[in-house]
């Protein structure tokens, strides 16, 4: 996770989940669930939301509408007032991940003309593939060796498999 929409993504998703917690029916004087406290999201979370935010939760995560972020600021300033510093900084990273996430993936799927709004994971990557070989050609991906990576760590792993990927490139080139 390091660039910027991967980010966005990572800490938008978790900070939805508290939001929609903190402005449901189940937060009046109950505390935040252990689940959704940190930065990583729970494989399950259930949190009761209003009828007056489920078109808006629908479009938000369908990427055609970022109102329930505004809904969610509205609720937010009914909170307790030592939540609402934190619950504003959690509306504008459920923001970046609305536009990272639901809308970018939308706006995927238009590009490719695919109709269905759920896409799993190798879908994602074969859309993007398409779009990167458009541009720049084809090409391979890289493996990392999960040995090496867990001896020398991740960074030190990718750093050797791409200095590995560009001798293979160069000794290709002069036989060429």
Same mark, same amino acid.
Not at 5 to 17: E, F, K, Q, T
Not at 134 to 161: K, N, Q, S
């Given at each position: 996770?390091?660039?910027? %929409? @991967?980010?966005? =993504?990572?800490?938008?998703? %978790? ?15 109950? !505390?935040?669930? $252990? $689940?959704?406290?940190?930065? $990583? ?9 209003? %009828? ?16 329930? #972020?505004?809904?969610?600021? +509205?609720?937010?300033?009914? =909170?307790? @007032?030592?939540?609402q ?5 959690? =509306? *504008? ?9 639901p ?12 109709? !269905? !709004? ?5 879908? *994602? ?14 090409? @391979? *991906?890289?493996?990392?060796?999960d #040995? *090496?990576?867990? &001896? &020398? ?9 791409? +200095?590995?990927?560009? !001798? ?6 002069? $036989?060429?």
């Amino acid at each position: 996770m390091h660039s910027p %929409p @991967a980010i966005a =993504c990572s800490d938008g998703y %978790p900070a939805l989940l508290r939001l929609l917690w903190a402005t449901g029916t189940a937060a009046s004087g109950g !505390r935040f669930p $252990s $689940s959704v406290r940190g930065e $990583s999201p729970p494989d399950l979370f259930e949190a009761p939301v209003a %009828p007056s935010l489920h078109r808006p939760l629908n479009a938000f995560l369908a990427g055609t509408s970022d109102r329930l #972020t505004g809904e969610l600021e +509205r609720l937010v300033s009914s =909170c307790d @007032a030592y939540l609402q510093p934190a619950l504003r900084r959690d =509306c *504008v990273a459920a923001a970046r991940f609305f536009t990272f996430g639901p809308r970018a993936i939308r706006d995927l799927r238009l590009r490719h003309g695919v109709r !269905r !709004r759920v896409l799993l994971r190798a879908d *994602v990557e074969r859309l993007i593939r398409a779009e990167v070989e458009a541009a720049v050609g084809p090409f @391979a *991906v890289l493996a990392e060796d999960d #040995t *090496v990576r867990t &001896l &020398l760590g991740t960074r030190r792993a990718r750093g050797r498999t791409i +200095r590995r990927a560009l !001798r293979q490139l160069e000794a290709a080139a002069d $036989s060429d």
